[in-house]
C-alpha cells in the first residue's frame, strides 16, 4: 500500500522550504496544491478501502451463517481488528432456536449445580470445543478458498459469546427483555454515557431502562432519582448483558 501521507509532508516540506530560499508565493501554490491533491487522494483511498471492508465483511457474515447454519449454530457476532500480522477474524456462536429449545428441556432434569447459579438457560449458549472446532474447519477452508480476508496471515478465533453477551441488534433487545444490561451511548443521556439497569422494553426504537435495579456509579447517580430512562436505540454505542452471579 502506498504511503500518501508520507508524501504529503515531503511535499510540504519541500514547499517550505522551496518558499524560504526563493521567496515565489506563486511557486509554493503550486506545489501546495500538489500536496493537497495527495491528501484528497489519500482520504479518497482511505474511503474507498473502509467500503471494500465493509462489503467484505458482510461476505464474511453471510458465508459464516451460511457455515454455522449447518451445523445447527447461529453467528451471535462478528468482529475483524488488528493490523497486519496481527489481525484476528473472531466469531461468537451459539445453538440455534431448535438447539436452545433442547438445551432448555435438558436444562429442567438437570441437577440445580449441573449449570451457573442465576443465569436463565436462554442466556447460556450451549456451544461445545466440539461445535467451535468444526466450525472453525469447515470455515476457515470456506475463507481460504474464496480468499474473503484480505491479505495472507490472519488468526481466525471461534467461542462462544460469554455470559456478558453483546447485543447488537433489536431481535437481542427482545429476546433479553427482562436482563441486566450495562450500555453505552453516543451522546450523553442527562449528562452521562454509562448506564446500567434491567431492560424493561424495546418498543418503536426506544429502550426502557429500569435503574432501580442495579446501584448507579458515577455521573448516573445523578439519575437514581428516575425510576426508569428512555434511550434511542440509534444512540447506543455498545450494549452487553450483565450477569446476575
Known amino acids: 500500500m502506498y504511503d500518501y501521507s508520507s508524501l504529503f509532508r515531503s511535499a510540504a516540506e519541500f514547499c517550505r522550504l522551496s518558499t524560504e530560499a526563493v521567496g515565489r508565493d506563486e511557486w509554493a501554490e503550486a506545489h501546495f496544491l500538489f500536496a493537497s491533491k495527495c491528501v484528497f487522494r489519500e482520504l479518497s483511498f482511505r474511503v474507498a478501502l473502509r467500503v471494500a471492508m465493509a462489503v467484505k465483511l458482510d461476505q464474511i457474515r453471510s458465508t459464516a451463517e451460511r457455515v454455522a447454519a449447518s451445523f445447527g449454530l447461529e453467528i451471535v457476532d462478528l468482529e475483524l481488528q488488528g493490523s497486519g500480522k496481527a489481525r484476528s477474524l473472531r466469531v461468537y456462536l451459539e445453538k440455534d432456536a431448535a438447539g436452545r429449545a433442547k438445551l432448555a428441556e435438558q436444562a429442567e432434569g438437570v441437577a440445580a449445580d449441573a449449570l451457573p447459579k442465576g443465569v436463565p438457560v436462554e442466556m447460556l449458549s450451549g456451544v461445545t470445543h466440539e461445535d467451535c472446532g468444526r466450525f472453525a474447519q469447515d470455515f476457515g477452508t470456506v475463507l481460504d478458498v474464496e480468499d474473503l480476508v484480505p491479505g495472507a496471515e490472519y488468526t481466525l478465533e471461534v467461542s462462544s459469546p460469554g455470559l456478558e453477551r453483546k447485543l447488537s441488534k433489536p431481535a437481542d433487545y427482545h429476546r433479553f427483555t427482562g436482563s441486566l444490561v450495562k450500555l453505552q451511548t453516543f451522546t450523553p443521556v442527562n449528562e452521562n454515557r454509562q448506564w446500567r439497569g434491567r431492560l424493561k ?10 435503574l432501580s435495579a442495579v446501584k448507579q456509579k458515577g455521573k448516573a447517580k445523578k439519575a437514581t ?16 448483558l450483565v450477569p446476575e452471579i
Open 225 to 240: 432519582e428516575e425510576v426508569s430512562i428512555e434511550i434511542p436505540l440509534a444512540n447506543i454505542e455498545k450494549a452487553n
Open 201 to 210: 422494553e424495546l418498543k418503536h426504537g426506544v429502550l426502557t431502562l429500569d
